[in-house]
């Protein structure tokens, strides 16, 4: 009698759970405005969200063919706007940015209170002052001067020598172009470098990537909170709050370090600038706009170091993969810099317009597969319009990017790599407002210049030294990536060889 009631129980539960989200999902569907975007067909309840669980970003673009640039998904009980093309995005994140630049509130992202940070910071008076700070920090510890070169320098050299190292041999680059990367980051934020064998700067790094695949895998959590106490989903979100939670104890160490060593006229890094602008804060009895607070370190100093990471590694494991399946191309970006800077030393950045096929390399690897193809959510802080479409208040807005950078009425043949697009008659880069990979507008990626100068030295320390190819008899690379926040390449191994001369 009592399995009897148990089960009763859980069937009434059931039921009511579900008329309760039915009834959601109608009074959701009923306060649309009536010039909504429209929506491809779903499914009862999950609305479009099985649809994209595998290469969102393909099936966002095919849908954009049927619907316009402009058009909503139902994602369980709520809608989402997503923006495709030029014309639209530039329309919503820059001519209409103060609708458009807010973020949407996320179960995955609240639960680690990512809105003390900046990314996901809600679009404001707060958020802004962040921004101040985050480009004003980055500009005084060297981004974009000789003192933040060299520091990139000396991972491109160290990175040089890890693959002589393999003498020829394959091996998977992404591991070890990440450590570099991260090591840049590592002296930004923390002040210091690590050894690519440390086992708490490794695990951190596994950390992040598997932080970057679980923000895609664990999606649906944001729409349906409950699933979190289901199998399956409630593993994710277990390993979501652990990964947030180990992060916090590898940052908490180096914040408590910084503490005990901190000297206001000695600032070494990213968390000396935030302990300085709580210090002027506390002097100033609270007279300052600026929202740093002890909370909001770890977040800041996580931001940097896992975005800043990710996007440029990334970038660079795409390049050396398409220039080693486009080996001709490879050729003349080494002639080029044979020809004007020769072998010996890395070509500073302020040189880098001499050197236009090597710059039109990294464009084109940033076109051709867009590191971050969704871009991060944003939400509509205000009843807006769009394209002739009214959307109301707090609706979270999907930026496509990779509808921009694969559009055949700006690229022609979009899927094929090459970097003479971006070359115009007189061999001079050019860079056509339908190229945005680190998005536009207000929200536009803060490291954006550090990432660029990262990009250019890394990729022309390595170019000048080796040649790239894939190892005789490998099969051809699958080349659709794996999504996660960002879409990386499918593991792959090459060959570096040495360039004698």
């Not at 090591?183 to 050894?195: D, K, M, T, W, Y």
């Not at 080029?336 to 690897?365: F, K, M, Q």
């Not at 496509?400 to 008659?425: C, E, I, K």
Request: with cysteine; proline share 7%.
């Amino acid at each position: 009698m009592e399995s009897i009631d148990l089960t009763t129980a859980l069937v009434l539960v059931c039921s009511f759970l579900l008329s309760l989200l039915c009834l959601r999902t109608w009074v959701g569907q009923r306060g649309r405005p009536d010039k909504f975007p429209p929506s491809p067909p779903g499914l009862p309840l999950l609305g479009n969200l099985l649809y994209l669980t595998r290469e969102p970003q393909l099936q966002l673009t095919a849908w954009r063919r049927r619907y316009g640039d402009v058009f909503s998904l139902r994602m369980g009980p709520q809608d989402v706007v997503v923006v495709n093309g030029c014309a639209a995005i530039r329309e919503a994140l820059v001519m209409k940015g103060a609708h458009f630049s807010d973020r949407p509130s996320l179960l995955l992202t609240n639960v680690c209170d990512c809105k003390e940070g900046l990314i996901m910071a809600k679009y404001g008076k707060k958020w802004k002052s962040f921004r101040r700070f985050g480009l004003s920090a980055l500009r005084h510890l060297g981004v974009g001067k000789n003192k933040l070169e060299s520091i990139i320098r000396h991972e491109c050299m160290a990175l040089v020598t890890c693959f002589k190292d393999k003498d020829g041999r394959p091996f998977q680059v992404s591991r070890i172009i990440q450590s570099a990367v991260c090591n840049i980051i590592a002296s930004i934020v923390l002040g210091r470098r690590f050894e690519s064998d440390d086992p708490d700067y490794v695990e951190e790094i596994e950390r992040v990537d598997r932080f970057f695949q679980l923000f895609l895998d664990a999606q649906p959590l944001n729409f349906y909170p409950a699933l979190r106490h289901l199998p399956g989903f409630r593993g994710m979100f277990k390993e979501w709050l652990e990964i947030d939670h180990k992060s916090g104890q590898w940052y908490g160490k180096f914040i408590e370090e910084h503490k005990e060593t901190f000297d206001p006229n000695n600032i070494r890094d990213l968390i000396d600038m935030c302990l300085l602008e709580i210090e002027k804060n506390g002097r100033e009895k609270n007279g300052s706009d600026t929202y740093v607070t002890e909370v909001t370190i770890r977040h800041i100093a996580s931001e940097f170091f896992d975005a800043g990471s990710e996007t440029s590694t990334t970038t660079l494991c795409w390049a050396l993969l398409y220039l080693a399946l486009n080996p001709a191309w490879q050729r003349k970006v080494q002639e080029e810099l044979d020809t004007v800077v020769g072998s010996d030393e890395i070509p500073p950045y302020s040189r880098r317009e001499e050197l236009p096929y090597t710059e039109a390399t990294i464009l084109e690897s940033q076109r051709i597969r867009t590191t971050v193809p969704l871009s991060v959510p944003h939400c509509t802080s205000s009843p807006t319009s769009l394209q002739g479409y009214d959307i109301p208040a707090h609706t979270q807005v999907w930026v496509n990017l990779w509808s921009v950078h694969m559009d055949p009425a700006y690229w022609s043949q979009p899927d094929t790599f090459d970097p003479g697009r971006f070359l115009d008659d007189n061999g001079r880069v050019k860079v056509p407002e339908s190229f945005m990979p680190f998005s536009t507008g207000r929200r536009i990626c803060l490291g954006e210049q550090l990432a660029k100068m990262e990009l250019f030295l890394f990729l022309t320390s390595l170019l000048q030294k080796f040649t790239f190819k894939l190892p005789e008899g490998a099969p051809k690379p699958d080349l659709s990536g794996e999504i996660g926040a960002t879409l990386l390449p499918k593991p792959y191994k090459i060959q570096a060889i040495y360039r004698k001369k």
